[in-house]
């Protein structure tokens, strides 16, 4: 029975750093901008049609604030946050829902270069995990007489001879980026968020009983609040919301069912 930790795991050699604290507001490029969270939701293939109604809707990960002005993430911004190199997906003929859904859902590239590196210089390390089977010991189940399930779990794993293995979820020399790295101050005028599509999220927040980020339903109130009710309504799509509708919307849809049910 060999075991091979080459490519699963790093020889533990440096302090590990702690997650950064990123600022939730900061300026760049004599712009404004705001975050709701320092670090994001997976990015959905789906994002340049379906972004206001989704988990990253309510706890404000995909969004960001600009100059006071709410607005999704640009393509530039997406491939920036899955690691690809600027304007990679900008190709001719290529519309924002492409480039979104280029990104969207795929591999973010430090991990796989990280994984490839790990599978270049398998043998580099030397380590077989049969030579330190007494210090991991603690950590051994035996399945069979010839199977023995190791529980590496996510921490610094102490073998022999001053060797340990990083278990964890940070890499051995590893850097961070927050979203100030991330956002540009050019971000097309057609992602920014009308008053109309803010009072749209508050809206679904409240029909589906869903939480909501609490500075991002600040910012969505008082941007919606620059247009009246009734300028809202009238701008707003009047369209059926399934399950999702009002109350007094389902109770009628339920007896124009009953009512259709009983003339068959």
């Known amino acids: 029975m060999a075991l091979n930790a080459n490519i699963l795991f790093e020889l533990h050699e440096n302090e590990l750093p702690e997650y950064p604290q990123f600022p939730l507001t900061f300026e760049k490029e004599g712009h404004h901008f705001e975050v709701f969270r320092a670090y994001t939701d997976c990015l959905y293939s789906a994002y340049g049609t379906k972004w206001n109604g989704n988990a990253a809707a309510y706890n404000g990960s995909l969004f960001v604030v600009q100059d006071h002005r709410i607005r999704r993430l640009s ?25 979104y859904q280029s990104t969207g859902n795929s591999w973010a590239v430090p991990v796989v270069r ?51 293995l990083n278990c964890s979820a940070t890499p051995e020399n590893c850097t961070f980026a927050g979203m100030d790295s991330i956002v540009s ?33 600040e910012v969505l109130l008082s941007i919606s609040s620059q247009m009246s009710p009734e300028e809202i309504e009238k701008r707003s799509r009047v369209q059926r ?6 109350p007094n919307e389902a109770k009628e849809a339920e007896v124009q069912k009953c009512a259709a049910c009983a003339g068959e």
């Open 185 to 217: 101050p050019d971000a097309p005028e057609d992602i920014y968020i009308s008053p109309v599509g803010c009072f749209g999220i508050i809206r679904r927040k409240k029909e589906r009983n869903l939480k909501i980020n609490a500075r991002l339903e």
């Open 114 to 164: 990280w994984i490839g590196n790990r599978l270049i210089h398998e043998n580099r390390l030397g380590i077989n995990l049969d030579s330190f089977q007494f210090a991991l010991c603690a950590r051994s189940v035996r399945i069979s007489d010839t199977q023995v399930f190791y529980d590496f779990g996510k921490d610094i794993v102490p073998l022999e001879n001053g060797l340990s």
């Open 241 to 246: 919301r399934g399950r999702f509708s009002t």
């Open 75 to 99: 393509p530039l911004e997406t491939e920036r946050l899955m690691g690809f190199p600027d304007h990679y997906t900008d190709l001719p003929k290529a519309k924002k829902t492409n480039r």
